[in-house]
């Protein structure tokens, strides 16, 4: 298992479209674990497969926030949302690769997602809460979204100069 270095914005690869996972195979499981080390490493809840540079449509997760709680580390190959609630909920999101700016970002309450799992199984099932929120926003990942792509342009552009200049603080570290 190796930790893998997370891109930061703006970067071009967090703004492509992602290709579908044709095989699961040893690539695809090393990946996997290295995502699930990198996530809890971070730490955060979530990350997509563009995160750590490689074009792929993989995400990883794990919502559970209670410390006594046994973790539920997901892996979510080719995901697709195939329901969204008409209610939304707003959360304050942050991102890995937009270290330390949160801000409100509404959705569907709730999504019920199917996806491909490392059992070459397909699997469905509905998220709420922070699951939701979290399955939704790596999925973006994929599509090549952030989520400092749904604020207004004054405060995106703002969010953007800050990573710019930590990219060329963290340069000349
Ligand atoms: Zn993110």
């Given at each position: 298992m190796t930790l893998r270095s997370i891109l930061i914005h703006p970067d071009p690869r967090l703004k492509k479209v992602c290709d579908p996972v044709a095989q699961i195979d040893d690539d695809l499981r090393a990946l996997a674990d290295d995502m699930l080390a990198t996530m809890y490493d971070a730490p955060g809840v979530g990350?997509?497969?563009?995160?750590?540079?490689?074009?792929?449509?993989?995400?990883?997760?794990?919502?559970?926030?209670?410390?006594?709680?046994?973790?539920?580390?997901?892996?979510?190959?080719?995901?697709?949302?195939?329901?969204?609630?008409?209610?939304?909920?707003?959360?304050?999101?942050?991102?890995?690769?937009?270290?330390?700016?949160?801000?409100?970002?509404?959705?569907?309450?709730?999504?019920?997602?199917?996806?491909?799992?490392?059992?070459?199984?397909?699997?469905?099932e509905g998220f709420e809460g922070l699951w939701s929120t979290c399955v939704q926003h790596e999925i973006d990942h994929l599509n090549g979204k952030l989520f400092i792509d749904y604020l207004g342009p004054l405060k995106r552009q703002m969010i953007t100069r800050k990573m710019e200049k930590l990219k060329r603080e963290m340069a000349r570290a």
């Open positions: 990350l997509a497969a563009p995160q750590v540079g490689v074009m792929r449509r993989v995400l990883v997760m794990d919502c559970v926030k209670d410390l006594k709680a046994p973790p539920r580390p997901m892996v979510l190959i080719n995901p697709e949302v195939t329901w969204s609630s008409a209610e939304t909920s707003t959360y304050e999101e942050g991102c890995l690769s937009i270290p330390e700016q949160y801000a409100d970002v509404t959705r569907p309450a709730e999504v019920r997602v199917r996806w491909l799992g490392l059992d070459g199984k397909l699997h469905e």
